[in-house]
């Protein structure tokens, strides 16, 4: 089986961009901030996929209140074609969710890299852009995933656990698939400075421990800080789409200006 080729810059002119939403622990909110993304890049005249690759514990269905009947496990078992798994969601964008049963697809397999593999093919000419809500840390199965996409952003919260494994995510990414430049979000920023201080504190991590290690060094990019704003638990709660329900709140707003400058 042919490997994957690490796309680890912008696609070719006339192809759609593929981003890998991953971090290094789970609940850092990093399927509220895919889903509410796309809803913002939509908003900008984009056509949008979110693919729900976080096969163990797949929960994006769960954020947007969907009921599907395909999932990606009737695609990956061939009980369904791949078009009619990809369903409309809140917000303007198209989602392609993993649903329940999908257990046995946590662990790196030929069949899962090949159906893997296959999915982000099929999609790739359909939209303007591909999301893949990875799962956390640094399975072969995300590790693997994330290998698929153009770009990676990273999502972490300035607490210190998140912190240490986005780290070691984003180091295991330059080291092993040559990423030089990575994203990062800032979710729950308690204040406006937050954001710059995680990426900085982790900017010099790398600068200290891996670019010394590489042949050309590793950057992060700060694409946004979403601050720590109540309406996102309200939203999470009611199983609605912040940008769809509540647009004017700092987070909402917040994402949008992410979205704008992620097409900068």
């Known amino acids: 089986m042919t490997e994957p080729i690490v796309r680890a810059g912008q696609p070719a002119a006339g192809r759609s961009c593929i981003?890998?939403?991953t971090s290094g622990k789970g609940g850092v909110?990093?399927?509220f901030i895919a889903a509410n993304l796309a809803a913002a890049l939509a908003r900008l005249g984009r056509k949008v996929l979110v693919l729900d690759a976080d096969l163990g514990l797949a929960n994006l269905d769960v954020v947007l209140n969907l009921f599907p009947k395909i999932t990606l496990h009737d695609v990956f078992t061939g009980k369904a074609p791949l078009a009619e798994a990809i369903i409309p969601a809140p917000?303007?964008?198209s989602v392609l969710l993993a649903g329940s049963g999908m257990v046995e697809y946590s662990r790196l397999t030929p069949h899962v890299r090949e159906q893997l593999q296959n999915v982000v093919a099929e999609v790739r000419p359909m939209f303007d852009h591909v999301l893949l809500d990875?799962?956390?840390g640094i399975?072969?199965?995300v590790l693997y995933t994330v290998s698929l996409a153009d770009?990676?952003?990273v999502v972490a919260t300035p607490e210190?656990?998140?912190l240490t494994d986005a780290y070691a995510t984003i180091k295991v990414l330059g080291t092993t698939q040559g990423r030089r430049d990575i994203r990062l979000m800032v979710n729950q920023a308690q204040k406006p400075t937050d954001g710059r201080n995680v990426r900085n504190q982790l900017q010099q991590v790398i600068d200290r421990y891996v670019n010394p290690t590489l042949d050309s060094p590793m950057r992060l990019e700060l694409l946004g800080s979403v601050p720590l704003d109540p309406s996102v638990r309200e939203a999470v709660q009611r199983r609605q789409l912040m940008l769809e329900q509540m647009p004017g709140t700092p987070a909402a707003v917040a994402i949008v200006e992410a979205g704008t400058r992620m097409l900068e």
């Open 151 to 153: 770009d990676v952003l």
């Open 19 to 21: 981003t890998a939403i």
């Open 160 to 162: 210190p656990t998140s």
């Open 134 to 136: 990875t799962g956390a």
């Open 91 to 93: 917000g303007g964008f």
């Open 29 to 31: 909110g990093k399927t």
């Open 139 to 141: 399975s072969d199965v």
